[in-house]
């Protein structure tokens, strides 16, 4: 087994001390809204995460400034955005690589999660399948992990639905996300109170 694949399981860890545990990428509010879960999570990964985050890590590996400006500008709910610029920079605190990037939003740039997860990608020489298919992993897991933190599906249900969406996963699609859904329940969580994620 190759270093970079083993800094790749690392990278993509769950543990990973990113803040991810606290947000749920509008799992929580289509979970209060009576929303079927299991089809939220299905249609969000399809239509924002491989559509727009995994788009935006490829166009990262060669220029992450436009990257993360497509990024920041994709995500329209103020939780949203905050949600990948926090978890972008927990990523970077931490050390992991060095790239200008990077480095950059350790000093204070607001750098997207999927930007600054493709440049460690770079600087630790993990090729881009490998890069774009742990994102979409890492962010899938995010989501039903969310879902079974809720009691809207148990771990058996969550470890199917993962197998079931990873088995069609796409890397190559353009960059053109589309959910005004998430978009919308995204804002009315904004004002919802209390609640279990800040997303």
């Given at each position: 087994m190759s270093i970079p694949i083993i800094r790749a399981f690392h990278l993509f860890d769950g543990s990973l001390p990113l803040g991810g545990f606290n947000y749920s990428f509008g799992v929580e509010e289509a979970y209060y809204e009576g929303i079927d879960v299991e089809g939220f999570i299905v249609?969000?990964?399809?239509?924002v995460i491989e559509k727009g985050d995994i788009p935006v890590?490829?166009?990262?590996?060669?220029?992450?400034?436009?990257?993360?400006?497509?990024?920041i500008a994709s995500k329209?709910?103020?939780?949203?955005?905050?949600?990948?610029i926090n978890m972008g920079k927990?990523?970077?605190?931490?050390?992991?690589?060095?790239?200008d990037f990077?480095?950059?939003?350790?000093?204070?740039?607001?750098?997207?999660y999927p930007v600054v997860i493709a440049r460690c990608?770079?600087?630790?020489?993990?090729?881009?399948?490998?890069?774009?298919?742990g994102l979409a992993y890492s962010e899938l897991a995010q989501m039903v992990y969310s879902a079974v933190r809720?009691?809207?599906?148990?771990?058996?249900?969550?470890?199917?639905?993962i197998t079931r969406v990873l088995e069609t996963v796409s890397l190559q699609e353009e960059f053109e996300p589309f959910s005004p859904l998430l978009d919308v329940l995204s804002k009315k969580h904004e004002e919802r109170e209390p609640k279990v994620f800040m997303s």
């Open positions: 249609t969000t990964f399809r239509n890590a490829r166009i990262a590996f060669t220029d992450p400034w436009k990257a993360n400006d497509i990024s329209l709910t103020r939780e949203l955005r905050e949600a990948s927990s990523l970077a605190m931490l050390g992991l690589c060095n790239d990077v480095n950059e939003v350790r000093r204070g740039l607001r750098g997207s990608c770079v600087a630790m020489k993990i090729d881009q399948v490998a890069c774009l298919a809720l009691g809207a599906l148990n771990f058996i249900q969550g470890q199917k639905l």
